[in-house]
Structures are given as C-alpha cells and as structure tokens.
C-alpha cells in the first residue's frame, strides 16, 4: 500500500474530507486517497505523475490543467474508457488503468516508435499504406492498435432513453468563476431570471484554489460571499455537475 506524502496542509482541499480514507488501484497497485479525491490529485498525493502515453509516439503524459482540458490524464475503468482521471472522484476499490499501452505503463514497449519521429509525419498513414490495393484494410486495424484510446465493453452499456430538459431564462452566463458570478448577480438585480451554468461540482473558479494571502484566508472569505450570494439569489438557477 502506498501511502500519501505529497499534500498541502489545511486550510487547503477543502473540497477534501481527510477523515475519510477510500482505497483505490492503478495499474494493479494500491493506493490511498480521501473523499473528495479524483483520480489525478489522489495519484499525485502519492507522487505518481505518469497517468497515460501519447497516442502516436507513446510518450509519458501526466496531469496538465487539472479540468479537464486536456486528453493527458485518460485512464480505462473496467467498464468505461477515456475517463478524465483529472474529474472523476475515487471511490471505494476502485480499479483503474492506463490506456495506449503495449505493457507496463512505466515501460510501454511501444515508446521506442518515438525513436523514428522524424520519419513519421502527420498522416503519413494516409500515404503510405495505399498501395496495393486494399492495403488500407489490413494496415487500419494495425494503426488504431497502437495508436488507439480505450476498449469498451458493449455488452454492459444498455441502450435506454435519456431525459433531457428545457430551461428558459433571460440571461445565461456560462462559467461559474469570479467573472460569471459578478454577471449573474448584477444581471438578477436588473430583475432578469439567470441560469449560472458551470462544469465543475463546487461554483467559485479561481476562488476555490487562489490565494490572495499565505494563508489564503482572503480568497475564501471572498469566495463564501460571492457564492453564498449567488446561491440563495432566487432568480439565479445554477446548473453544475455538484
């Protein structure tokens, strides 16, 4: 079991519950986070920082924006691929692996194809692999191999209808940071109805991880106003992943 050494103290991840330990894998090793944790940031607590590898030249990639921004951080759970590790919260056993890797994720067999970059421009695929006739056929399914994301199961995917819904409003700020919060707030007092629409489980952007001070006091007590504001403005409706 590898233990947690790399985490700032309290006040910091608030969005964590350290009396809550959840035990989780990747690549068949154990690990430890707390409640609150995704993927990325409890692999990181435990200074791993390799999550996955490059899609053409199978090169280390690890956590860069933290928001999912980026295709650095996909990772296969057993019945999901191209999960954004940097998004989806831990949960008790379970078990995660790295994608686009021809053994070990430390030592993919495939990183040597980096070696002959120079003779593999983009697209060269399309070139190459034409000829004869059909040879496309052949070649394609070798390429998505080496080069592909994450295998799903399609046995244990229902197809079923999903509910959808309509929200009408007079003003829609999308982004929930500093910047949306002032608009939807002076957009209510103008007497508009407001749809705040964020990403992320908790509202508050920059705020949330800002420090305006050492101890970042500032920010948070900023944070608890804007957003304690905006949450109980009856005219502002707030659509997140919370």
Same mark, same amino acid.
């Given at each position: 079991m590898t233990s947690s050494v790399n985490r700032l103290a309290a006040p910091f991840g608030t969005r964590l519950d350290r009396t809550r330990v959840i035990r989780f894998q990747f690549e068949s *090793?154990? !690990?430890e986070g707390f409640a609150g944790d995704t993927i990325a940031s409890a692999l990181a607590a435990n200074n791993v920082w390799v999550l996955s *590898?490059?899609?053409k030249y199978h090169r280390p990639r690890g956590i860069l924006s933290m928001a999912g921004h980026d295709a650095n951080t996909?990772?296969?759970l057993p019945d999901e691929p191209n999960v954004l590790a940097d998004l989806h919260p831990i949960t008790e056993a379970l078990e995660v692996r790295a994608q686009n890797t021809n053994g070990p994720l430390e030592r993919d067999r495939?990183?040597?194809i980096g070696s002959f970059g120079r003779f593999l421009p983009a697209g060269f695929y399309y070139q190459a692999f034409y000829k004869p006739r059909g040879a496309w056929r052949f070649w394609e399914r070798y390429i998505r191999r080496k080069a592909g994301l994450g295998r799903i199961d399609l046995s244990s995917r229902e197809h079923a209808y999903r509910d959808k819904q309509f929200l009408f409003c007079?003003?829609?700020v999308v982004g929930g940071g500093p910047a949306g919060l002032s608009a939807a707030l002076q957009a209510s007092r103008c007497g508009a109805s407001v749809l705040l629409i964020d990403?992320?489980?908790r509202l508050g952007g920059a705020l949330n !991880?800002? *420090?305006f001070d050492p101890e970042g006091?500032?920010?948070g007590e900023v944070r608890a106003r804007i957003v304690g504001e905006a949450e109980s403005d009856q005219r502002i409706r707030v659509l997140s992943n919370a």
């Open positions: *090793r154990a !690990y *590898r490059s899609f996909l990772v296969q495939d990183a040597i007079d003003v829609a990403e992320h489980p !991880y800002a *420090r006091c500032k920010a």
